[in-house]
């Protein structure tokens, strides 16, 4: 083999190295016309062609009902030479349209490393009378031993390719992750609440979300935007409870140059900056009574005055607002406009608290599983069936924003390929001992001694056991033999206690994958 076949097996691109090898076999054997077939969704596909005309063959797919020597070569899983006026394998109609005939055919197998056929290359003669084609037998298997290093070579860079699609299609999926989070939920009640997204979004009225924190006001309201004909324009969001009364309104409604000190150049407010679009109000039951007056005007007429304007500005917007708050009861308290209240709930929309959704906490725990995992660049984790049922249980009172920071934590902090019990917080697998903020999870030193001797003291003397037993057999890789040793008693009484506290290395929940 000389240095430019040696070269061959240099090249990672399929397109690069299929025409290199193709052309290398057509010089080695003095004629001038090969193709390369890939076996392709059932059918047989020229990827790859050289010679007079060639850009008539590329592309071309052969149905495996009809007969062709690239078909029976790839199926027999063997080399052939077909003279083409009389081989009843060769198919004539492909050359049809050809001014040049082929008059012999050497076609050879290409295979994986495993042997499995994944295509064929044709050498082909053109020569009407005399062949060109060396067919001594000892060149033919040399000829034969180089296609199938050369075969494998191809194989090895399509595969390369198709990784490197994979990881290309992966980036892209990763950077939507990062961009648009999902609506995950099967819960009779949730479902309820996507139908009617689904159909608010169809109309132009405004909506307003209702539901504790976390819950996921905000996904269904930008679900609602790109639903509806305004999803090409903007989609802006204001947190009513994030800024002071007077920046509020400024942040809303805009200001003059000169409309008050600093105000040193026009500003445009967020309901004109979304004029076309949609003005997500989050937490509007934070809104002062002065602003909600304000925003009644858009509700009615469609105009706004910024701060130190004297005459009004027509805009089109869509209003979705949110509230964590019973605004029925600061409407009877006069905390909250009755009329805004009529004018923002013409189609209103209350999302369930995740305690009310248990069926949905295995599907959103292996979302954020993948989701994170990926973001994180990780292998996904899986949760062991006592860690599944202490997640399904809890109370969750933060919601689906609390049950993502926790996996967040818990795949950073957890050091094996299974979640179990032990990772979870004091508070999730215990909720006796009281909630336990996610930025104290691992507090300062002072404390460490004290929050032991709490957690130690929360448990029965069977729980202590189990977790005992179940450190020590995670420690050595589920080993009794070796856990039993480090725990200081024999194998059988280990084993004995393993049994009485139902301790079983089958720990993945069904469907938590």
């Known amino acids: 083999m000389n240095q430019s076949n040696l070269e061959l097996f240099k090249e990672l691109n399929p397109e690069t190295l299929q025409k290199k090898f193709l052309n290398s076999l057509l010089k080695i054997q003095n004629v001038h016309r090969g193709s390369i077939w890939i076996k392709k969704e059932g059918q047989y596909q020229c990827v790859e062609a050289?010679?007079?005309?060639?850009?008539?063959?590329?592309?071309?797919?052969?149905?495996?009902?009809?007969?062709s020597i690239v078909g029976w070569v790839i199926e027999n899983k063997k080399m052939t030479l077909a003279e083409t006026k009389s081989d009843r394998r060769h198919y004539r109609e492909l050359e049809e349209h050809l001014a040049v005939k082929s008059s012999m055919i050497l076609c050879f197998p290409l295979f994986f490393r495993d042997k499995k056929v994944y295509g064929a290359v044709q050498v082909i003669d053109t020569t009407p009378e005399k062949s060109s084609l060396n067919l001594d037998s000892a060149y033919l298997e040399q000829l034969q031993n180089l296609v199938d290093i050369c075969s494998i070579a191809l194989s090895n860079a399509i595969l390369y390719a198709n990784e490197q699609k994979k990881a290309l299609n992966l980036k892209s999926a990763l950077n939507e992750s990062k961009t648009r989070s999902e609506m995950i939920g099967q819960c009779p009640s949730f479902q309820k609440c996507l139908d009617l997204s689904k159909s608010y979004a169809e109309t132009e009225f405004h909506v307003l979300i209702t539901g504790e924190s976390g819950t996921g006001k905000e996904l269904i309201a930008e679900k609602i935007h790109r639903g509806s004909p305004r999803k090409n324009h903007p989609f802006l969001v204001q947190n009513c409870s994030a800024i002071p009364e007077t920046l509020l309104e400024s942040e809303l409604f805009g200001y003059k140059k000169g409309?008050?000190?600093?105000?040193?150049?026009?500003?445009?407010?967020?309901?004109e900056a979304a004029d076309g679009g949609t003005v997500f109000l989050d937490e509007i039951g934070d809104m002062p009574m002065s602003i909600q007056a304000s925003l009644l005007r858009i509700l009615q007429k469609n105009e706004i005055k910024p701060l130190g304007e004297t005459r009004v500005r027509h805009i089109d917007v869509r209003i979705v607002a949110a509230t964590n708050k019973d605004i029925h009861k600061m409407i009877s308290e006069q905390t909250f406009r009755q009329d805004l209240f009529y004018r923002l709930s013409v189609l209103p929309v209350h999302l369930p608290p995740l305690r009310e959704r248990r069926e949905d906490i295995p599907l959103l725990i292996r979302h954020f599983l993948e989701k994170e995992s990926l973001k994180a660049g990780i292998i996904e984790k899986k949760v062991s069936i006592e860690a599944m049922q202490a997640l399904a249980v809890y109370s969750w009172p933060g919601n689906i924003r609390?049950?993502?920071?926790?996996?967040?934590?818990?795949?950073?902090?957890?050091?094996?390929?299974?979640?179990?019990?032990?990772?979870?917080?004091?508070?999730?697998?215990?909720?006796?001992?009281?909630?336990?903020?996610?930025?104290?999870?691992?507090?300062?030193?002072?404390?460490?001694?004290?929050?032991?001797?709490?957690?130690l003291c929360s448990m029965t003397w069977p729980q202590l056991e189990k977790e005992y037993v179940i450190a020590l057999l995670k420690k050595h890789n589920w080993n009794i033999t070796w856990a039993a040793k480090a725990s200081g008693i024999n194998r059988s009484t280990f084993a004995s206690r393993m049994r009485k506290l139902k301790i079983k290395r089958d720990r993945q929940l069904p469907g938590a994958e």
């Open 259 to 271: 409309a008050f000190t600093g105000a040193s150049q026009d500003k445009t407010g967020l309901f």
């Open 402 to 455: 609390e049950l993502e920071n926790l996996i967040r934590y818990l795949i950073v902090t957890t050091e094996d390929d299974y979640i179990e019990l032990i990772n979870l917080p004091l508070h999730v697998r215990d909720p006796g001992t009281g909630r336990m903020p996610y930025a104290e999870l691992n507090p300062e030193p002072e404390n460490r001694d004290r929050d032991l001797v709490d957690q």
């Open 50 to 67: 050289a010679g007079a005309e060639s850009e008539r063959i590329v592309g071309v797919k052969l149905d495996p009902g009809n007969p």
